[in-house]
């Protein structure tokens, strides 16, 4: 997808079904590599980059670390560590 000519959003998913419980986007890898990125490449945006959010009366984000080591969560200001969520 190329929204370089584009005002606005390059991508939008709906799911309409209001009784499936099943997540809108889903991604899988079985690679090394990181699941997903979300980046905003330009110096002049005052957006952030990711919003959860929800009218419902669940949480609106979750992280949770299944594996056997590492952070939950690790917060970076100018690629330097800030704080760190870690596993007991």
Known sequence: MDGSSSTGPCMDVFMNNTSNPAEGIRVEHMGLGTASLFNI??????????????????TALVANHIGSS???????????????????
């Open 70 to 88: 590492g952070n939950i969560a690790m917060l970076q200001s100018g690629n330097v560590n800030e704080a760190r969520c870690y596993l007991n």
């Open 41 to 58: 490449n330009n110096t002049s945006s005052s957006a952030f980059t990711l919003m959860a959010k929800t009218n419902g009366t669940g």
